[in-house]
């Protein structure tokens, strides 16, 4: 058996009933963590707009498929793009360090839209999540991504394609042979570029909701008859071997149902690129410990990996000058600045990419490629801060940031950060409501409950 037949099979296969119940509880607390991103993002994101007016335009908008925080009705294919938009558009959404992906933002609008059309349970949305978690990790997991983000393209998007096509294939039940040829189509779509970075570029966020919506295009496809490409994965012209120039295949199905990566994935307690985040933990913790005034800090020093400098740290000019939220979201020194001027780090906290103290304060702040926090690279996204001022330097390594599954948000913090974001656009009742909901998902006889509108829960 291949390696795309071996994962197809496996993701087929997949029961709820029969999955381990810690993974069942983690893709269902994952899911809490999308949907207050995509509330947040439906009613703020500068990009939301422009998207939906695009959607309209392109005819998406003619269905009965839902966003959530949305009154209105889209086609199947316009939800999840815009659900998976929405997800990513905060880069508040969940993250898997070693593979270097954003598994949920692709990943859950495609489950929850293809429930929705098929009248699937909650539970089988669920099982329909975990296989598109583990596709789509397992396969940046084989590139590896390093190699893959070295070559300029963006994990959380072509990976996030397969995990969409995985995820919409085992909820509507398609057996192995019909999975394996909604892989097959997925290769032909999966796209992603870093270059984005050049000018803070909303294609960040639309990449992983094409992902969303291009998944669950090959899922359809493939549950209506059409063929796919056999050997997606690892053929001559397949994923790995097209994408990366040293691929290890053979990771793919390694531990393959013994292993989850789902559990692997953590959540972000800050709505900015993962690698900053141990430098923001590290200075939160200095500022409470010591209580820094701004005008006490001399300089700041972040360390971090090479991969983490070539998304927050360089070119040094560029990340201590953002123009906007997609380059605040970027730079190490804003995100530092701001956690140490503030004590935050929050959606909120981007109100201040003008302000004339962090700017000030961002002069203060280098980032460097510590060879301590490199030896920590690809299984931590760890960092070190040392902040000088008065007359001595201050030093804190993290090496697990807060929301790494070895550091994970306890119920009370998730429900808390959903609030954070929810609360401003439902209003605390609705958030609370939906919150719940999402609580006994694995209850749902009919995940469309979960996605009415916000006129419909008052």
């Keep these: 058996m291949g390696i795309t037949q071996e994962i197809s099979a496996f993701a087929a296969g997949l029961r709820p009933e029969a999955l381990p119940p810690e993974v069942m509880a983690r893709a269902q607390a994952l899911v809490l963590d999308l949907v207050g991103n995509i509330v947040r993002a439906r009613g703020e994101a500068e990009s939301t707009p422009a998207l939906l007016a695009a959607v309209k335009a392109l005819g998406l908008d003619k269905g009965e498929s839902r966003v959530f925080a949305d009154d209105a009705t889209y086609s199947p294919a316009g939800a999840v793009l815009i659900n998976a938009t929405l997800a990513h558009s905060l880069d508040f959404d969940d993250t898997h360090a070693v593979a270097v992906v954003h598994p949920g933002a692709p990943v859950i609008p495609a489950a929850i839209t293809a429930g929705e059309m098929v009248g699937?349970?909650?539970?089988?949305?669920?099982?329909?999540?975990?296989?598109?978690?583990?596709?789509?990790?397992?396969?940046?997991?084989?590139?590896?991504?390093?190699?893959?983000?070295?070559?300029?393209?963006?994990?959380?998007?072509?990976?996030?394609?397969?995990?969409?096509?995985?995820?919409?294939?085992?909820?509507?039940?398609?057996?192995?042979?019909?999975?394996?040829?909604?892989?097959?189509?997925?290769?032909?779509?999966?796209?992603?570029?870093?270059?984005?970075?050049?000018?803070?570029?909303?294609?960040?966020?639309?990449?992983?909701?094409?992902?969303?919506?291009?998944?669950?295009?090959?899922?359809?496809?493939?549950?209506?008859?059409?063929?796919?490409?056999?050997?997606?994965?690892?053929?001559?012209?397949?994923?790995?071997?097209?994408?990366?120039?040293?691929?290890?295949?053979?990771?793919?199905?390694?531990?393959?149902?013994?292993?989850?990566?789902?559990?692997?994935?953590?959540?972000?307690?800050?709505?900015?690129?993962?690698?900053?985040?141990?430098?923001?933990?590290?200075?939160?913790?200095?500022?409470?410990?010591?209580?820094?005034?701004?005008?006490?800090?001399?300089?700041?020093?972040?360390?971090?990996?090479?991969?983490?400098?070539?998304?927050?740290?360089?070119?040094?000019?560029?990340?201590?000058?953002?123009?906007?939220?997609?380059?605040?979201?970027?730079?190490?020194?804003?995100?530092?600045?701001?956690?140490?001027?503030?004590?935050?780090?929050?959606?909120?906290?981007?109100?201040?990419?003008?302000?004339?103290?962090?700017?000030?304060?961002?002069?203060?702040?280098?980032?460097?490629?510590?060879?301590?926090?490199?030896a920590e690279f690809p299984a931590n996204m760890s960092g070190k801060l040392t902040v000088r001022a008065r007359g001595q330097d201050f030093v804190r390594t993290v090496i697990v940031p807060k929301g790494e599954p070895d550091n994970f948000l306890t119920e009370a913090e998730l429900r808390a950060k959903f609030s954070g974001l929810a609360d401003a656009v439902l209003g605390p009742e609705r958030a609370t409501a939906l919150a719940e909901t999402i609580g006994r998902m694995d209850r749902l006889n009919d995940i469309s409950s979960l996605l009415r509108s916000p006129a419909e829960a008052a």
Aim: with cysteine.
């Design 120 to 374: 699937a349970s909650g539970a089988e949305v669920l099982a329909g999540i975990v296989a598109g978690y583990e596709v789509a990790l397992r396969l940046a997991l084989a590139l590896p991504a390093g190699a893959h983000y070295d070559r300029g393209f963006h994990p959380s998007a072509t990976c996030g394609a397969f995990g969409a096509a995985a995820a919409a294939a085992r909820v509507f039940g398609l057996d192995a042979a019909r999975m394996e040829s909604a892989l097959g189509i997925a290769l032909s779509q999966c796209a992603g570029s870093l270059q984005f970075l050049a000018n803070g570029a909303w294609t960040k966020r639309f990449q992983v909701g094409w992902a969303g919506m291009s998944g669950l295009a090959a899922a359809t496809l493939a549950r209506e008859g059409f063929k796919g490409a056999a050997e997606a994965i690892e053929g001559k012209q397949g994923f790995l071997r097209a994408y990366a120039p040293e691929p290890k295949p053979e990771r793919v199905c390694q531990d393959l149902g013994q292993v989850w990566e789902l559990m692997a994935t953590g959540v972000k307690p800050y709505p900015s690129c993962r690698w900053g985040h141990a430098g923001i933990d590290a200075a939160l913790a200095l500022r409470a410990e010591h209580g820094f005034k701004a005008e006490e800090i001399e300089a700041v020093t972040l360390g971090i990996s090479r991969a983490g400098m070539l998304l927050v740290g360089e070119p040094a000019e560029r990340k201590a000058n953002p123009q906007n939220i997609v380059d605040g979201q970027f730079s190490g020194p804003f995100v530092i600045a701001t956690a140490l001027s503030t004590g935050q780090m929050g959606w909120d906290s981007y109100a201040l990419l003008k302000d004339d103290g962090i700017r000030a304060m961002m002069q203060r702040v280098r980032c460097e490629n510590d060879p301590e926090i490199e």
